[in-house]
């Protein structure tokens, strides 16, 4: 690109400042919204990733099922391709189960000469299995084999986790789209007003045999250069939220301390400014007769 | 190197131009001159592609313009030097950045720029208003560095509208004595004008419009 097109542009970046500033500012501000919402959205994922894993079914076997059906009903599950693994638990290894874990408080055993525990099987699904509508489905028909008393899961809990991802996702989502492309409009308007506020000169130009090229790629710039400010307005301010204000904030509310904060994702925004101040630049430019 | 074929040019209200024909040769110098309103204006503005014929072709430096696209306009620009009748100086630019301009549109590096613009304002006698900006230049300053901005680039062709409006008698002679030099030096010019001292006694060929209409081509 020739050199005097980033000559043109910064005497115009610096001529019409307080426009530009004010560009820099409003996209730096749109970034952040951006970031917040992400910030949010990547710290609910995060904190509801771990739980698939540890979310089992329990299956309650009827009283006095004999071993062969219960290696029937095994053999049943793990031929479902939801089910990463079935562990069975004997009424006696779950009184030992329980009883290892009051140990401490044996006096609740005494007395009870009788195991009052039934036979169960432990259901672990794979991970992209864990959806309600899937547990739903595998519920019914594990409750329709013989032999199975009962089937125990986190309904409800289960359904709460599910809507709070894709709610949070959807409107994480929603607002990125909306400043971006706000950004973009931005952009946009102020490089037609630089335009604009050229005219006379680029006439000249244009008179003495400058090409499209010349004339346009300063605005390309400018537009760039907007934006990569804007960025690292925003990301300057991300950074003093995350390491000042939170971490501030953290020693009264000690939530705050386990918030994950993904700086090399954030250290992108001014690479992301760049990229929607050309395309802002481009549309406007795109639009003109010249 | 300039040739009209019965052109005609129109404004919505008006014929500015009607069934005009003529050539100047490759080197050659020539005058155009008639009354304000005339139309010479005009007819150099169809040379630079500014306008377009409403009838007619026209042909500059090799270039057809009626066969001309958009994208090439720049290239036949370049071809040519103008000294625009109303000088579009730009007002926020010193003399040097408005001499340059021309320069710095063809991708020429910083440093040709800076030894052409001060060899070719010294020839225009401005070298010392070089950190000056316009509108703290006399007419006859500022029409010279109008001149100076058209001549940086060693066009092939150089026109010039009323190039001496603003001048005294003897500041007109030096920019004639400027123009000869560039004319010497193949450049083919060609130099609306009122101004009769231009071209009298010089057997050059001069072009009158009246009207809009050619009245005679001879020779001053
Ligand atoms: N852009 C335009 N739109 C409409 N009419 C125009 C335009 N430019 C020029 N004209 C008209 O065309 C005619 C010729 O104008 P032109 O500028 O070519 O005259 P000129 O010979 O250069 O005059 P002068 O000696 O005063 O500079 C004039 O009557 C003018 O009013
Ligand atoms: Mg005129």
Redesign the pocket.
């Known amino acids: 690109m020739a050199p005097y097109a980033f000559s043109l542009a910064f005497q115009s970046l610096v001529r019409e400042k307080w426009i530009n500033l004010l560009s820099v500012f409003t996209i730096a501000s749109g970034l952040l919204i951006i970031s917040i919402a992400f910030f949010a959205a990547y710290n609910i994922d995060a904190a509801t990733r771990k739980l698939p894993e540890k979310f089992a079914m329990i299956l309650y076997l009827d009283d006095a099922i004999t071993r062969d059906k219960v290696d029937g009903i095994l053999g049943t599950l793990r031929k479902k391709s939801a089910v990463a693994q079935v562990r069975y638990i004997s009424k006696d290894d779950a009184m030992k189960e329980l009883k290892a874990l009051l140990k401490n408080a044996n006096y609740v055993f005494e007395g009870l000469d009788e195991n009052p525990l039934p036979d169960s099987v432990e259901v672990r699904l794979k991970r992209d299995a864990v959806t309600p509508e899937q547990v739903r489905k595998l519920t019914e028909e594990i409750a329709g084999i013989k032999g199975i008393k009962e089937v125990d899961y986190g309904e409800k809990f289960l359904d709460a986790l599910h809507s709070l991802k894709s709610g949070v996702r959807t409107v994480g989502l929603a607002i990125i789209v909306v400043m971006a492309i706000g950004i973009i409009f931005v952009c946009y308007s102020t490089v037609k007003i630089l335009f604009y506020r050229r005219t006379e000169e680029i006439e000249t130009f244009k008179l003495l045999g400058a090409t499209k090229f010349f004339i346009r790629a300063p605005f390309l710039i400018e537009g760039g250069v907007i934006g990569v400010c804007g960025g690292l307005g925003s990301l300057g301010s991300i950074l003093i939220l995350n390491y000042v204000v939170i971490a501030r904030l953290s020693s009264a509310v000690p939530l705050l301390a386990t918030l994950l904060f993904p700086l090399n994702l954030f250290l992108l925004l001014p690479l992301i400014g760049l990229f929607l101040g050309i395309t802002g630049a481009m549309i406007a430019i795109g639009r003109l007769q010249y | 190197m300039i040739s009209f074929t019965n052109v005609t040019k129109e ?2 209200n ?1 014929t ?1 131009l009607r069934d005009i024909t003529f050539v100047v040769e490759k080197g050659e110098m020539a005058f155009i001159t ?1 009354p ?8 150099l503005k169809l040379i630079y592609s500014a306008e377009k014929p409403d009838e007619g072709t026209i042909s500059v430096a090799g270039f057809e313009l009626d066969q001309l696209k958009e994208p090439s306009i720049p290239m036949l620009r370049r071809h040519i030097g103008v000294v625009f ?1 109303d000088f579009r100086l730009l007002a926020n630019r010193n003399v040097f950045d408005n001499v340059a301009m021309a320069l710095r549109i063809r991708n020429m590096p910083e440093r040709e720029i800076k030894h052409k613009v001060y060899e070719t304002l010294k020839a225009v006698n401005l070298r010392h208003k070089a950190d000056s900006f316009p509108r703290r230049l006399s007419g006859g300053e500022q029409q010279r560095v109008v001149i100076a901005r058209a001549m940086v680039a060693d066009p092939t062709v150089l026109l010039a509208d ?1 190039p001496t409006g603003n001048l005294d008698a003897d500041t007109a002679e030096g920019v004639v004595r400027t123009f000869k030099d560039i004319n010497a030096r193949g450049t083919t010019m060609l130099i ?1 004008t ?1 101004n009769r001292d231009l071209y009298r006694n010089t057997g050059r060929k001069v072009i009158r ?1 009246e009207a ?1 209409t050619l009245v005679s081509v001879g020779q001053g």
């Open positions: 404004y919505e008006q500015a008639g304000s309103g005339s139309g010479k204006t005009t007819l009748q009323e609306a009122h419009l809009g």
